[in-house]
């Protein structure tokens, strides 16, 4: 399997920026990578010991993206196929953006971008976004 390993997490005031990464390691190549359907999913504080992650926004293979009404105009999903990585960029961040971000992606074909957690079969282990007002 891919293991994903997210970064770029950090703290930044409202209105500031972050990009996050979801790199993936392993016996992988870039053409299959890209075939995944993959998402960016939040665990907002509060929540840890109940497991609970919303979707936030998520790429197909073939590059239609689908976000959370939250996020919309604000967040961008795209791929670096060369570099199998998926990143997050995140503008005009919010207080309620505050959350453990994961990168997840699901080896099943066909899929679509959904933003159900329970869709994907492939997890990083989450990188923390503090968003301060």
């Known amino acids: 399997q891919v293991q994903l390993v997210e970064s770029g997490g950090g703290s930044v005031q409202a209105g500031g920026s972050l990009r996050l990464s979801c790199a993936a390691f392993g016996y992988t190549y870039s053409s299959y990578y890209s075939s995944y359907c993959m998402g960016w999913f939040r665990q907002a504080p509060g929540k840890e010991r109940a497991g609970v992650r919303g979707?936030?926004?998520?790429?197909?293979?073939?590059?239609?993206?689908n976000y959370a009404d939250s996020v919309k105009g604000r967040f961008t999903i795209y791929k670096d196929n060369a570099k199998n990585t998926l990143y997050l960029q995140m503008n005009s961040l919010k207080p309620e953006d505050t959350a453990l971000y994961y990168c997840a992606a699901t080896t099943n074909r066909p899929c679509a971008p959904n933003l159900g957690p329970y869709v994907y079969n492939l997890w990083g282990q989450g990188t923390q976004v503090t968003v301060s007002s």
């Open positions: 979707g936030v926004a998520a790429i197909e293979g073939d590059g239609i993206t």
